[in-house]
């Protein structure tokens, strides 16, 4: 299997293929909070996530969009210089107000000529009927994805992460999108406290068997100023070394169906605030990693994938 000289079905390829081009991410900031932050579920949010909701690399909120994505656009020319758009909702809770605020934001968002798409990050237990409405308007306009974040499913990993939902939302939520045909990304992370392997690659494989469009494997990153930091420093949890999380990332791949879209294999932590893993600010290193595994293992997406 080959996606572009890559062993798994990037998004990168998958886009090419969609629009003809290059297409870039542009993470917008739509000045959204969190149930999980508001008081509605819970008052500091999930244990990982950062003072910025997990959007470290978002554009300023005191910017209006068309500043920020202008912004966004100058920042990545440099890598990028030509190409098209999408415009990225990624931190806090992005349908998470009500629905004629999420209207405005998100139409204004793809009025841009060069933005031929729209990437909503959200929690499954934040989809109510008129929001699902406005996604399913919004997916005959534009090319839309709706991110999820799963991370585990786990319930007592859920617990103590404080996800602030059981799987049952996130199952109805994944149904009600598919309803609709609406296109569904699933957040993962590995390296959770005391999560196994096999409870690892058994979140997987459950994601694996749901149809979904896309999928993204994080690694657990300790920021300071997280309450995951204040339980690593008062009850220190085994960490991950590069080579085991190569090791899952491989394994993951070949259990997904060669289908889905996998749109992240690793993430970044603001090298300011992290704390463990420190191998995982080489993020180059751990991408190459990945595929010099994949070669030598000669293996790729959906070797071990069981219908």
């Not at 440099?78 to 998470?96: E, V």
């Amino acid at each position: 299997m080959n996606w572009d000289s890559k062993r798994y079905h990037t998004l990168n390829y998958e886009l090419k293929k969609e629009f003809g081009e290059k297409i870039i991410k542009l993470s917008l900031n739509g000045n959204f909070t969190c149930p999980n932050r508001d008081g509605t579920v819970g008052t500091r949010g999930c244990i990982f996530c950062s003072e910025q909701g997990s959007g470290e690399f978002a554009a300023p909120a005191h910017l209006n969009l068309k500043a920020q994505i202008q912004q966004q656009k100058e920042l990545l020319s440099k890598k990028w210089p030509s190409g098209k758009y999408i415009a990225y909702f990624q931190n806090f809770t992005n349908t998470y107000a009500p629905v004629h605020v999420l209207r405005e934001i998100f139409y204004e968002a793809i009025s841009f000529p060069d933005i031929v798409g729209l990437a909503i990050a959200t929690r499954p237990d934040c989809l109510p009927e008129d929001v699902l409405d406005l996604l399913s308007e919004l997916n005959k306009h534009t090319y839309l994805w709706i991110e999820l974040g799963l991370q585990t499913i786990h319930e007592n990993s859920a617990k103590l992460i404080r996800r602030g939902y059981e799987l049952p939302v996130f199952e109805k939520a994944l149904y009600e999108l598919k309803k609709r045909n609406i296109r569904t990304v699933v957040h993962l992370i590995f390296g959770l406290p005391n999560e196994t392997e096999e409870q690892i690659l058994s979140t997987v494989k459950y994601v694996a068997e749901k149809g979904v469009w896309g999928i993204k494997f994080h690694l657990l990153h300790i920021l300071r100023n997280t309450d995951l930091y204040e339980l690593y420093k008062n009850k220190p949890f085994p960490i991950l070394s590069q080579e085991k999380y190569i090791d899952l990332i491989v394994k993951a791949i070949e259990l997904l169906p060669p289908d889905i879209i996998i749109h992240r294999v690793t993430g970044d932590g603001d090298k300011k605030l992290l704390v463990e893993p420190k191998w995982s600010g080489n993020k180059r290193a751990v991408l190459n990693g990945i595929d010099k595994e994949l070669n030598r293992r000669n293996t790729y997406q959906g070797r071990r994938f069981i219908t």
